[in-house]
């Protein structure tokens, strides 16, 4: 079983920078892929960026602004997310899943954290 428990949404200006944590409150991101997904208002849930086996993947609109990482010791995953827009706000959930084989379908994914906001202002 595996707990996640997101943080570092915010407000911020067009331009700005936020970095999100993903704690895993119990077990291991080792043996998973994961990933980072975001959901807007009246929008479905989309990937943004993960872990899996072969490196790491982002999607067409964040790829050069965001920048996933990951501290094992910590059991730790972070989105570093510049050059913020207006189309980036939304709630960010990072999720687990068990399997080492990338997915970018939210479906596929075992393990989900609460969420947290972020809102980019112009």
């Known amino acids: 079983q595996v707990q996640l428990e997101e943080s570092g949404g915010g407000l911020v200006q067009v331009g700005g920078s936020l970095r999100l944590s993903c704690v895993a409150t119990?077990?291991?991101?080792?043996?998973?892929?994961m990933g980072w997904f975001r959901q807007a208002p009246g929008k479905e849930r989309e990937f943004v960026a993960g872990?899996?086996?072969?490196?790491?993947s982002y999607s067409d609109s964040v790829k050069g602004r965001f920048t996933i990482s990951r501290d094992h010791a910590k059991n730790t995953v972070y989105l570093q997310m510049n050059s913020l827009n207006p189309e980036d706000t939304a709630v960010y959930y990072c999720a687990v899943r068990r399997s080492y084989i990338k997915s970018y379908y939210s479906t596929d994914y075992d393990y989900w954290g609460q969420g947290t906001q972020v809102t980019v202002s112009s």
């Open positions: 119990v077990g291991t991101f080792v043996d998973y892929s």
């Open positions: 872990f899996a086996w072969g490196g790491e």
